[in-house]
């Protein structure tokens, strides 16, 4: 060893630095060799299987196929929805399950019948309150409420007669000026559709096409296009912008302007001045032919 330190002409420290770590390296491989031989616990193999099924959701397919929970018991899916024209009143168990009802909500509706209660028009579902806005939407239109003399318990007021009402299938209904209880005549649409139809319209300023009903957040195509055929507007009544006064924050608040095109324009009209015509909004070459087609009514140049 000390030839060693003489032929690299070593110091004291590197000397001993040396040592130590060949210290070290001896401990290490013989660590390592005993590790080598010492015998080890076999591991339990695990499997891992993954089970994957098909979702069947055709209507014409009324079950799924059952299948083998983790604990061993076997259970059935839900049965698919299947639409029908149906009266409420006194329907069955069944009936109410291949409508996508579940067994909590059926019982809701079995003791509301059980205490006296009745569905006068098919309106009257949304009044109870195991039945979401989307059930109601979805069902409303499939109601037919039989002509029926219903006896008044002692729970219920006398009902007022109303004036006669022209048939469903002449109602009309003009969206821009439509408040929500008119909206509620429409089938599908309950309180809470009626309540974004019209904060939607304040958004716009108004309707200048029937089609934009189907932009509200939420409601069915289903819904809409039973609808449409009781719907007009009335673009008289249309509120519009004036783009050359109002800033980048109140022009994005239109459904139709993101804030970035809001931000945009206003840029535009302060380096190059005020807007006069479509033409000059069009030559913000970064705004496309759509958006100028559904937001050209809407603005106001003078």
Known sequence: MNRLFAYFRMRREEQIGFSILAVLIVILLFCTFLYDRVPKKKMLSTEVRALAEDLVSSPDVRYENSRVSKLGETTKSKPAISYFFFDPNGLSVDEWKRLGLSERKIRVIHNYEAKGGHFRKPEDIAKLYSLTDE?????LPYVRIAEKEFKRTNFERPIAKKAFTAP??????????????????LRGIGPAFSRRIVRFRELLGGFYSTEQLSEVYGLPEETFLHIKQHLQVDEASIVKLKINDLDANALSRHPYISYKQARTIVNYREHHGAFSSMDDLKKILSLDEAFFRKIEIYLDFK
């Open 168 to 185: 469903y299938e002449s109602l009309r209904i003009n969206l821009n000026t439509a408040d929500s209880a008119e909206l509620t005549q």
């Open 135 to 139: 059930d109601v939407a979805r069902l």
